[in-house]
Every structure is written in C-alpha cells, then in structure tokens.
C-alpha cells in the first residue's frame, strides 16, 4: 500500500500496489528465504551418500531392514531428501499455487515420517547390541504390522504421488536447466520401480541395483537447486 500527498493542498490518496500478492502484508513466510533452495541442493547433492551406502548393505548382507546400520543410512537418505524438497518448493513459491506449496510440505513430511520409522528401528537394534534389550518393536506382530503398513503407503503412495507432482511443476518451470527437470520428473518413477524391483528380487545385488540410479537423480537435482537463481 503506499501514501500519496495530494497536489495543492489536497487530501492524501491510498493506493494498493497490486505487484504484491493479496494477503501477503509483508509478512515473512517460510517459503520466502534466500537461503532454502542453496540449502535443499546442498541435501540433495549429498544424500546418495546414504543411498549408495544403503544399496550396499542391501546387497552385501541382504534385505534386513532393522540392522547392519541400513536404518540408520536410510534415515539420513530421508532427511536429505526431504530437505531437497523443501527448498525445491521454496525456489518455486513465486509461480507455485497454494495446492502445489501443500504438496511439497505433504512429501517433506512422509519422509520425514519414513525416516522417523527406521530412526525407531535403528534405535531398537542398536540397544539389543550394546545392552542386549528385547526387540520390542520387532517382535510385537501387532506394531510391526502397522509399521510395515504405514511404511509401505508413505513409500510407495504418498511420497510417490507428491514427487510425481512437484516434479511434474518442476519441468513445466522452467526454473532449472533440462538436466535438473528430467532428474525431478524421473524421482517418483525411480522409487516405484526400485521398490518393485527388490519386491521382485531373487537375490540381494539386484535388489539393490537401482539405488545408483535413484542416487544420480537426486543428485543432479540437488545440483541445479543449488545453482538456481528465483
């Protein structure tokens, strides 16, 4: 809104300066911060580090998902990748609708949640280790099916769905070279097919075999997030 000071003499007029956006008011949102997209490519461009350590706990002592360190290098992988979105949906907050703003939040939060699920599951071994507890989680039938339930939708519906949207508005952005558009487009197939994959496996290298290539998707991603200018 600005001031103006009417000539000779006259009564001061309001005008509404419409290149803000309704509602906004100068408030600061999250979304809104120089720093999120650099941030969120810096955890994209390191989280094949869990990746690539993941897949080769997979397939050196087999598909175990409570020990070996596996919960703990997907927990990280989680956090790194949620951390990419983010600052995904904040380098597009200006051309991004409100759905596609909740969308990204919606995916950040599933991963977060899958990386809270093996937090529980690395926790409970890593005690049964040192301090010989029982494994309470994994031998309760009722907890591991919920566990293995909840797991499954994050995994394979919701952050799916939600990385298939947000890559789709990405590539129609613009705001990334090519490169960094189809690496956000091909995300959410990825982890379908991977998932698949090792469903389907009969051994434990191929089961792990695609985690490379999730691994190279992220991190040219997190490359052009980082290099990206709103």
Do not use: K, Y
Request: glycine share 10%; with cysteine; net charge positive.
């Amino acid at each position: 809104m600005n001031i103006h000071i009417g000539s000779n003499g006259g009564p001061p007029s309001t005008q509404f300066d419409e290149s803000q956006p309704a509602g906004s008011s100068g408030a600061h949102r999250w979304w809104d911060s120089p720093a999120l997209p650099r941030v969120g490519g810096i955890a994209g461009m390191v989280s094949p580090l869990p990746l690539l350590a993941a897949g080769w706990i997979t397939a050196t002592a087999g598909q175990n998902l409570r020990q070996n360190g596996f919960p703990w290098a997907a927990t990280l992988a989680a956090i790194l990748t949620a951390t990419c979105v983010l600052g995904l949906t904040a380098l597009h907050s200006m051309r991004w609708a409100a759905p596609l703003r909740a969308a990204g939040l919606v995916t950040a939060a599933a991963l977060l949640a899958i990386a809270g699920f093996f937090t529980a599951l690395g926790t409970e071994d890593l005690l049964a280790t040192l301090a010989s507890t029982p494994r309470f989680l994994s031998n309760n039938e009722a907890i591991t099916s919920i566990g293995t339930l909840t797991g499954s939708i994050l995994t394979l519906i919701v952050t799916p769905l939600g990385l298939a949207v947000i890559g789709i508005a990405t590539f129609r952005s613009g705001l990334l070279s090519r490169t960094g558009r189809l690496s956000a487009v091909a995300v959410a197939p990825c982890l379908v097919l991977g998932a698949l994959v090792s469903a389907a496996a009969t051994s434990a290298p191929v089961a792990a075999a695609w985690v490379p290539v999730l691994a190279a998707c992220w991190f040219l991603l997190g490359r052009d997030l980082l290099r990206s200018r709103r």
